[in-house]
């Protein structure tokens, strides 16, 4: 049985900040430290014995831990109003000072009590302002920036169920769903702001290396975008998007993807705008020679409109001259369409059907206007067969397919100048965005939650979680003492700049 350490419910949360202090915490820490090791000692060591061992250890210090907190928290502000500015300013709003309140903060640890001052929004019925709170960045959901980027990043790959039960065995806390919901929401509306910056650089970086890279071909900067059916609590099934931007280095090794997504939206206009703000700051900021630039996608009807909309007509944001966008069908969707002409020719499951296929299949990949050579060898087999009336359908459903867009099956000459042929990075974004997390079994989103775990999902899987957890945090307003008009600024301080005031210490 494990030993819960709690203080007396009858000993108020003063007692404790006031009268003990750190190392009043640590010699009480090493006493029960002690204890513990004494009673392990008493008994024989088995499994058992010792994984109770080990728990006893971490109660003892994450109550140790909670208490230093708790101490350190509360000592930062004065219980003197007289040794606080009677006014502050934060984010062009002025607040006055009113009385000092109690309240529950969740930490690492546990639940500490946070005595600080309220001040009162000089405009009647706004919000008012703890200025202890913004100073140690408790966010959304009464929480530490801490506590709150693990949530956060527990939430990424587990179901609310999975996170709430988390935080109940290793942290001690019991959140509501809805408290858990409004936390997850404060902290994605701080990092989001950072993430087209964040994404630029990163390409960037991967450019610079590909540039630096030794291989016979030219870097590429790939996109490719796809859409993915997820339930929704409304509507049944709606189409959601993802887009990708990669880089390729000289010997068309891929160096990394940045993701993006959206739930499902019209058009996805959201989307587009996106991936051609991201493709744009990139090469406005990208000062060497023009990557190849390659869009690789299926024939959908988004990805076919944004090819004609944006790309075909974009030009260098810098030089102004028309950018070569190669659009590249992805070779593995249109080989589904010779796999159909095969099983409509030879018979599905047949060893003909089989050897055919793996032939075009190289023709396709291999051979200068290989789509042609394609046609042209089904056309010769159509009559060798007698073929159902589903038959027909289904080869010459595949056949204008191909027909139709063979113009971008150059697979060849794709591959001769070091571009990639098939969208699985992509296709594996629609896996590792959307399906891996929204589409579990029972699961049904709403547009607004659902985009907060997509957007924190996003920036995970481009590697840029902890950079914008960091450029949050130092990107952070802090209140500091009002001045009236005309006065002037505090000794020390530039005008217009915050700073707070040593008064806020106590």
Not at 131 to 143: F, I, K, Q
Not at 261 to 280: A, C, H, N, V, Y
Not at 336 to 356: E, H, I, N, Q, V
């Amino acid at each position: 049985m494990l030993v819960k350490i709690t203080r007396p419910r009858w000993q108020p949360t003063r007692a404790i900040t006031t009268a003990s202090t750190p190392d009043q915490s640590l010699n009480e820490f090493n006493k029960r430290v002690h204890e513990v090791m004494e009673r392990c000692r008493r008994q024989p060591m088995t499994p058992q014995s010792f994984l109770k061992f080990e728990n006893e250890l971490k109660a003892v210090g994450d109550e140790v831990c909670r208490q230093l907190i708790e101490q350190e928290a509360n000592r930062l502000e004065s219980d003197d109003k007289r040794a606080l500015p009677s006014r502050v300013s934060y984010r062009k709003e002025t607040y006055r000072i009113n009385k000092k309140t109690p309240a529950s903060i969740a930490t690492r640890f546990g639940t500490i009590t946070l005595r600080s001052f309220y001040y009162l929004n000089e405009t009647d019925g706004e919000p008012g302002l703890h200025p202890l709170w913004v100073r140690l960045g408790v966010g959304a959901g009464s929480a530490t920036p801490a506590l709150l980027e693990r949530v956060a990043r527990m939430s990424v790959d587990h179901t609310q169920a999975e996170v709430r039960a988390w935080l109940q065995r290793e942290h001690g806390l019991t959140w509501s769903n809805e408290r858990l919901r409004t936390a997850l929401a404060g902290f994605r509306q701080t990092l989001v702001p950072f993430m087209p910056q964040l994404q630029k650089a990163r390409l960037l970086t991967w450019l610079q290396q590909a540039q630096a890279s030794r291989g016979r071909h030219r870097p590429v900067l790939a996109a490719g975008r796809d859409g993915i059916m997820i339930p929704m609590r409304q509507g049944g099934y709606q189409e959601a998007s993802t887009a990708t931007v990669s880089v390729y280095d000289r010997q068309r090794r891929r160096l990394g993807t940045i993701y993006l997504g959206q739930m499902p939206e019209e058009k996805q206009t959201t989307l587009s705008r996106t991936l051609t703000d991201l493709l744009t700051a990139t090469l406005t900021a990208w000062q060497g020679p023009v990557p190849r630039l390659a869009y690789i996608t299926d024939k959908g009807s988004a990805p076919d409109d944004y090819y004609h909309r944006v790309l075909k007509k974009m030009k260098h944001p810098r030089a102004g001259q028309p950018l070569a966008w190669e659009w590249v069908l992805d070779f593995y969707h249109v080989c589904c369409y010779l796999g159909k002409m095969a099983d409509a020719l030879f018979g599905a499951a047949t060893p003909a059907a089989a050897l055919w296929f793996a032939k075009m299949r190289r023709w396709l990949r291999d051979r200068p206007q290989g789509a042609a050579q394609v046609l042209r060898s089904a056309m010769q087999r159509l009559d060798r067969r007698k073929m159902t009336k589903a038959d027909k359908t289904e080869f010459w459903k595949a056949y204008r397919y191909v027909r139709r867009h063979r113009r971008w099956m150059d697979y060849q000459g794709h591959r001769r100048r070091g571009l990639p042929i098939g969208s699985g990075v992509t296709e594996a974004a629609c896996k590792t965005v959307f399906t891996q997390r929204f589409k579990r079994s029972g699961m049904r989103w709403h547009h607004e939650s659902g985009q907060v775990i997509l957007d924190l999902r996003v920036i995970y899987l481009s590697g840029i979680w902890d950079e914008a957890f960091q450029a949050d945090l130092a990107a952070r307003e802090l209140p500091e003492p009002w001045h009236a008009a005309g006065q002037p600024a505090q000794e020390g301080s530039p005008q217009g700049t915050t700073r707070v005031s040593p008064r806020f210490a106590a």
